[in-house]
């Protein structure tokens, strides 16, 4: 699976646009970028995923570069519980086995 | 649907004992998955399995087994605990669609070895 790189910590002011990036510049064709997110030492949450195109959901937006080695996570207003641990993950959606999480970003959203 | 359910929710081992954590899904799923997750730090892996009968190693098996005789558990197995096993785990579990491989997460057990 390939590697990703992502900044330690953010924060955002509440209410605005939280756009969390995320780089996975050794992607394959055949690997999907994954966000989940864990609010305080709770099991992580899925919230969105995608191959090349951009995504949105009830929860956020995925936008991902047309040469897939960037991705961004966009919640669009975001809330005091959107302060959580934010993971971005690059895999092929059959390999199971072979999530990482690796260490994420700490989204501070502040008042 | 109860979803993904872990027993114990905390316990504290003394070094060399040894202790089985439970996991349950209800939801029919494929697969399932132990994580741990030391302070400050991201989840590893450390088992998987792909369906009844099947299991795997993560990243970080050392010290663990598992078994998988029903879709419903998997349940993860500490031999002789130590120091280093002092961590929050996750267990998981996930369709084997194609398409979607959204993982569902329990709630954790806190494990504290002394």
């Known amino acids: 699976d390939a590697k990703t790189t992502q900044p330690t910590s953010m924060d955002c002011a509440e209410g605005r646009a939280a756009n969390l990036p995320c780089n996975h510049s050794?992607?394959?064709?055949?690997?999907?970028v994954y966000w989940y997110r864990q609010i305080h030492s709770q099991g992580p949450q899925y919230i969105i995923h995608g191959l090349k195109n951009n995504e949105t959901n009830e929860m956020a937006s995925l936008i991902i570069t047309e040469d897939r080695k960037s991705s961004t996570l966009i919640l669009p207003h975001a809330t005091l519980r959107d302060t959580a641990v934010y993971y971005c993950i690059v895999r092929v959606a059959t390999n199971a086995g072979k999530s990482t999480f690796g260490d994420g970003t700490t989204l501070t959203v502040k008042p | 649907n109860a979803g993904v359910t872990q027993t114990p929710k905390f316990r504290i081992l003394k070094i060399g004992q040894s202790m089985t954590l439970q996991c349950a899904q209800d939801m029919n799923h494929n697969y399932m998955y132990w994580y741990r997750q030391d302070p400050g730090m991201g989840l590893k892996l450390i088992y998987y399995s792909v369906g009844a009968g099947i299991t795997d190693k993560g990243e970080v098996p050392n010290g663990y087994n598992v078994s998988r005789s029903t879709t419903e558990d998997f349940p993860l197995r500490l031999e002789l605990a130590a120091p280093s096993q002092t961590s929050v785990y996750f267990c998981?579990?996930?369709?084997?669609?194609?398409?979607?491989?959204?993982?569902?997460f329990g709630p954790g057990t806190r494990l504290l070895v002394l």
């Open positions: 050794t992607i394959s064709g055949n690997e999907y």
């Open positions: 998981a579990s996930s369709y084997s669609d194609l398409l979607k491989e959204t993982q569902y």
